[in-house]
């Protein structure tokens, strides 16, 4: 009689060590205003140098999924070569850094305006994670270089952060501009004077993330337009708005038009797959699960 209750003992131990190496989903998706919606804890994110649409065979073998990330250099709809291939925005994590990997640290203007005199770089809405004592936080502020964020978010409790990640993209200062009527006060003030590189007016694929605290816990919002299969343009005032609904409290957007593109599975384990017009973008917002 021991050795079936040995084999079964051993089974037991099996079984119980495949469930505890399970990996739980680490987001659920919901559909708001048309507009996808990824929910997901802050620190379940980071940016990653892909080179490649997102809905590529290439990031299918890699098995990612999330959204695109901030603004790149030009459009392409062929692989260009990668010195011509760079980011306009931030994008840089500390596990990247620390191993060698692709990362860009500072948010240069557009080179037609480079050219025209002004500065070459300019502060742009950058996400920001870190970790103090085991608490993640996170919140979005205007920076030009990593550098210069570390810095500003220094200066607001005279200590420096472990910072987990940054993301470039535009900022939506919802902090300052909370309520939907606040459009064009926002629009004036601040839309105009960082060099946006994404024109707020045109119905097209819109992309963004919005950050609210939750229980205290900080979570991250990542939303494209349309809906699986039934692609709706949008305007940016319309993601502006999706964020406000959502009770953020800061938000920045990200590229727009073909280059908003999602991968990642529904609540139902059904594969979503948004290939914008399948351009190529230098890099994307991953899920980490």
Not at 74 to 101: C, H, M, Q, T
Not at 111 to 130: K, M
Not at 212 to 240: D, I, Q
């Amino acid at each position: 009689m021991k050795k079936p209750i040995i084999l079964f003992a051993i089974m037991i131990i099996i079984l119980s060590g495949c469930s505890s190496q399970a990996k739980e989903k680490s987001y659920e998706v919901f559909e708001r205003d048309d507009f996808t919606v990824i929910k997901t804890k802050a620190e379940n994110i980071k940016p990653e140098t892909i080179r490649s649409p997102l809905c590529s065979d290439y990031v299918r073998e890699l098995g990612y999924y999330g959204i695109n990330a901030g603004f790149f250099n030009s459009v392409y709809k062929e692989k260009p070569n990668d010195e011509d291939f760079i980011s306009v925005s931030i994008s840089w994590s500390r596990e990247d850094s620390e191993k060698g990997a692709e990362v860009f640290e500072y948010s240069p203007r557009d080179f037609e305006r480079v050219a025209l005199g002004e500065d070459y770089y300019i502060s742009r809405g950058t996400l920001y994670l870190y970790e103090d004592d085991g608490r993640f936080e996170a919140g979005v502020i205007s920076a030009e270089s990593c550098y210069n964020l570390k810095m500003k978010v220094k200066s607001r409790k005279g200590i420096e952060h472990d910072f987990i990640y940054m993301i470039g993209g535009g900022n939506f200062y919802i902090n300052e501009y909370p309520d939907i009527d606040d459009w064009e006060s926002w629009k004036q003030e601040k839309y105009a004077a960082e060099g946006p590189l994404v024109v707020e007016t045109n119905k097209t694929g819109r992309s963004g993330i919005g950050i609210k605290e939750e229980n205290g816990e900080f979570y991250a919002y990542l939303a494209v337009s349309g809906t699986n299969g039934e692609e709706k343009p949008k305007t940016l005032r319309e993601l502006r708005d999706l964020f406000i609904s959502l009770g953020c409290s800061d938000a920045i957007y990200l590229d727009g038009d073909g280059s908003s593109q999602m991968r990642c599975e529904d609540d139902n384990g059904e594969l979503i797959e948004k290939p914008g017009d399948n351009r190529y973008i230098w890099s994307m917002v991953r899920l980490i699960y």
